[in-house]
């Protein structure tokens, strides 16, 4: 069976209540994590992972560092839950769970087992203004929607691995940032960004400290309407949305002024080698990038290893 098969499809449009759901249900947990977690560049220490049982933090200290928990909403079960490193275990189901409930079980919980954080208790960068533990209106949690985004996710994964492993330079890991609920992958040129603007967020600033080329996948927004990989460069660099990306369904859009390269899922779903497209899709638009920035290319490929 080809993969084209095994992947579900997926649809932003008539999902958007069920999104924005699971949407603040992983900002509620990745606030927690970013509390909780030693800095590390380029807001690293904030991220979710995509596991086998669904999304999860991953250990996150407490009692100064001597205990761990994780907290993990499982695509299987279709329910939160909650482990130390002490033994200890809670969940709770999801299914018909406002955000505001969410929000209050989980610090029930948290507050068991003695763990204390203090988030900054409101939705980043959605335009709801109200605290989470007041989020009644989004209780749309659905378990064919989460599940599809996971497998999706959980597939992307692996291929977005296999492209970090081709780059020498410095690259992060596979992680979802939860302000945008993006998977992301990122490489770095070494040099450092001109610095932003005094007004500019402090998350920005920190983000794009270096010169970097990402590349991503989300389920989609207000303004694409669909699912997509997308790729930038940072900073632009002039006449990059000039060069070529593969496969010819890509395109550069603008992106807040800038050229994003552009690939949608559904797009992609109609070519013959799943896997083969997207790294060329994610080689095409790092090969642009890094040309216009005139990045060191040569140097920061991966050799050929022998066989041991």
Known sequence: MNVSDQLPSLDYQGNEQKKMTLHLFLQIIGKIRLKSTPRKNHWWFITQYIS?????TGPVPYNDGLDSFDITLN???HQLEISTSQGEFESFSLIGTSVADFHDQLYNILNKFKISVTILDKPFDLGIQKPFGQIKEYCHYDRNYTRSLWRILLWVADVFQEFSGRFYGKTCPVHLYWHSMDLAVTRFSGNRAPAMPKEARISDKDAYSHECISFGFWAGDENVKE???YS????????LNKEPLVPSSAAWVDNNGSPMALLTYDNLLKA???RGTLLDFMESAYTAGAKK???SISSLE???LQQL
Do not use: C, N
Request: proline fraction near 14%.
């Open 52 to 56: 086998t049982k669904g999304i999860t």
């Open 227 to 229: 699912p997509a990989f």
């Open 75 to 77: 695509v299987h079960r």
């Open 293 to 295: 920035a005139q990045w």
């Open 302 to 304: 991966v050799p050929q």
């Open 232 to 239: 930038y460069t940072y900073p632009s660099p002039d006449g």
């Open 272 to 274: 013959e080698d799943l």
